[in-house]
């Protein structure tokens, strides 16, 4: 219950609103994001504390303690692949792997709050990535702002401004991908060319917001129900 209460508006909650009650936690970020993916073999959706055990223990370390998990996802069909890492244990952000293109995309409910963390949670995820050999070659990054090829990866963020929806955000960005993975349009191009026009209606307000709040609450109690 204490999960599931992050994600309720907070008119529906007396006695709100201390901002932190609104953040969500790591077990609803990942059981979101599996939701939406459920049974789509060409997809993986990474733990939510997988960051945080690479960043611990160094990547050597992880490696031999992760053994299992790496030898899965190595030999696994998957194309795509989805990290949500929180940094700075307030902010939620999401790793978009596109194995085929060998490249990562980075997305946030923020123009890059933590740019130095960014660039670590970039630059880590990269090297076991390609050490392992789940990418062939090296990773190419795409950071918020950045223009490669063409493609423009800038979004529309002005509703989380009190950056309490990044978790939401997280979770509505997945959302708008997997329709297009749905549809075979999986590439960079498609992805920020779908999710600019998607996303614009959604992420323009603080309102559009705790509405898509209230959708996920929906959606994880008809899930327990079945």
Same mark, same amino acid.
């Given at each position: ?23 969500? @936690? ?7 994001? %599996?939701?939406?993916?459920? $049974?789509? /073999?060409?997809?993986? #959706?990474? &733990? ?82 390609? @050490? ?7 990773? %190419?990054?795409?950071?918020? $702002?950045? /223009?490669?090829?063409? #493609?423009? &990866? ?73």
């Amino acid at each position: 219950y204490k999960d599931l209460k992050s994600l309720m508006p907070k008119e529906h909650v007396k006695d709100y609103y201390r901002p932190t009650e609104a953040w969500l @936690t790591g077990e609803i970020v990942e059981a979101a994001l %599996k939701l939406k993916t459920d $049974g789509n /073999t060409s997809v993986t #959706v990474f &733990s939510s504390y997988f960051y945080e055990q690479l960043k611990r223990a160094g990547q050597e370390r992880y490696i031999q303690q992760h053994k299992k998990f790496i030898n899965s996802l190595v030999n696994s069909k998957t194309n795509i692949a989805f990290i949500p890492v929180n940094e700075k244990n307030n902010h939620w952000i999401l790793v978009v792997i596109l194995r085929d293109e060998a490249t990562l995309l980075l997305m946030e409910g923020n123009q890059q709050l933590y740019p130095e963390e960014n660039e670590r949670v970039v630059n880590q995820i990269s090297a076991l990535l390609e @050490t392992i050999g789940f990418i062939k070659g090296k990773i %190419k990054p795409m950071f918020p $702002g950045d /223009t490669i090829d063409g #493609v423009e &990866s800038t979004l529309p963020v002005q509703a989380n401004k009190d950056n309490q929806n990044c978790g939401v955000i997280v979770i509505k960005y997945v959302e708008e991908i997997m329709t297009l993975v749905s549809n075979e349009m999986i590439q960079t191009s498609d992805i920020y060319m779908e999710l600019r026009s998607q996303t614009y209606d959604w992420n323009i307000s603080e309102n559009s917001l705790w509405k898509i709040r209230r959708q996920f609450l929906t959606e994880f109690i008809r899930q327990r129900r079945v």
